[in-house]
């Protein structure tokens, strides 16, 4: 099955700051990447996502890259805001398959 | 327009008792799935249904079940409870028969097992 890792665990920026937060998937047959943001004691918010035939996708301060080649994709966040903080997951889908493999997280914290 | 509901919020039970955990998902959405997050981790995928047919099911033991009714809710049962299975349960339900897409999670039922 799918398998997801997921780089930092944790990550503290100034405010103002970018914020990349990277991942690798092992089925080369996946073909949709979301990526959700959970506060604490909150349900998982679906914040971007990309497919896997467009190489990036950008809404406002937050863009998703994809790698194909290299089996990875990223989470960049712009100009960070003290309300980023959150933990954010990405996630996968394998080929022929009906489940969303999440990674463990990263724990995003911006320092005013 | 509700969000996708889920009761209870909290539950605490022993071990070997079983639960149910109930799901209300979107108006119009014909998808649910059922995950297990536990503290500090990723949400894991225990099931999928559409329109009434499991479509999915993740590496969870029997004692998992689910079923889905005529309205689109959706029920998720543990038998024989464990220490183990003490986690956050979240339900997630779509409008599209597109595995994983278009998810809109609920606030989860935490369930601890003691």
């Known amino acids: 099955g799918e398998n997801v890792e997921q780089h930092p665990s944790t990550l503290s920026v100034q405010e103002g700051d970018s914020a990349v937060i990277k991942c690798t998937y092992s089925d080369s047959a996946s073909n949709y990447f979301p990526w959700y943001k959970q506060e604490l004691g909150k349900r998982p918010q679906l914040i971007i996502d990309?497919?896997?035939?467009?190489g990036e996708k950008k809404d406002q301060r937050i863009a998703v890259t994809l790698n194909k080649t290299a089996k990875h994709f990223s989470l960049h966040i712009t100009e960070t805001q003290p309300e980023d903080s959150a933990v954010y997951f990405c996630?996968?889908?394998?080929?022929?398959?009906?489940?969303?493999?999440f990674g463990k997280g990263t724990k995003l914290s911006v320092i005013p | 327009d509700a969000g996708v509901t889920q009761s209870p919020t909290h539950l605490i039970k022993t071990r070997g008792q079983q639960v149910t955990l109930r799901c209300s998902p979107i108006?119009?959405?014909?998808?649910v799935s059922w995950y297990q997050q536990v503290l500090g981790q990723g949400p894991q995928f225990i099931f999928q249904?559409?329109?009434?047919?499991?479509?999915g099911r993740g590496n969870f033991p029997d004692r998992f079940s689910a079923r889905q009714f005529p309205n689109y809710s959706s029920e998720l049962n543990v038998n024989a409870l464990l220490l183990g299975d003490s986690a956050l349960y979240l339900c997630?339900?779509?409008?599209?028969?597109?595995?994983?897409?278009?998810?809109?999670f609920g606030s989860g039922t935490r369930l601890t097992v003691v």
């Open positions: 249904y559409y329109e009434k047919e499991e479509r």
């Open positions: 997630a339900s779509s409008q599209w028969d597109i595995p994983g897409y278009g998810y809109t």
């Open positions: 108006s119009g959405h014909k998808s």
């Open positions: 990309i497919r896997s035939n467009v």
């Open positions: 996630a996968a889908i394998g080929a022929g398959s009906y489940q969303l493999t």
